[in-house]
């Protein structure tokens, strides 16, 4: 993200951290990984050069990955209560 749009990292990075925290109503995972982070310093921008900027092919792949993500992402993970027996006996060797 940082190279993609270095001025709104630090505005994207804490973002991130408050929706992290939000989701860990629904999966506490996500709180913690808001907590890291929070750890790794990731609601304060990094220094980037302006130049040289992204090449073209660079933009899409990062660009690329973010599409990625989105139609990716789960709010929380899939759960099962229960599962399946399995009975190594009846398995033919």
């Known amino acids: 993200m940082t190279a993609l749009w270095p001025r709104h990292a630090a505005m994207v990075g804490r973002c991130s951290i408050g929706i992290l925290f939000l989701l860990g109503f629904l999966w506490v995972g996500w709180a913690v990984w808001a907590g890291f982070l929070i750890l790794m310093r990731a609601n304060q921008g990094l220094e980037v050069p302006e130049a040289p900027g992204l090449t073209v092919r660079a933009r899409i792949v990062g ?19 229960v599962l399946p ?4 006996d009846e398995v033919p060797l």
Do not use: E, K, N, W
């Open 63 to 81: 660009l690329m990955a973010l599409v990625s993500l989105g139609l990716t992402f789960m709010s929380a993970p899939i759960q099962t209560d």
């Open 85 to 88: 027996d399995i009975v190594l």
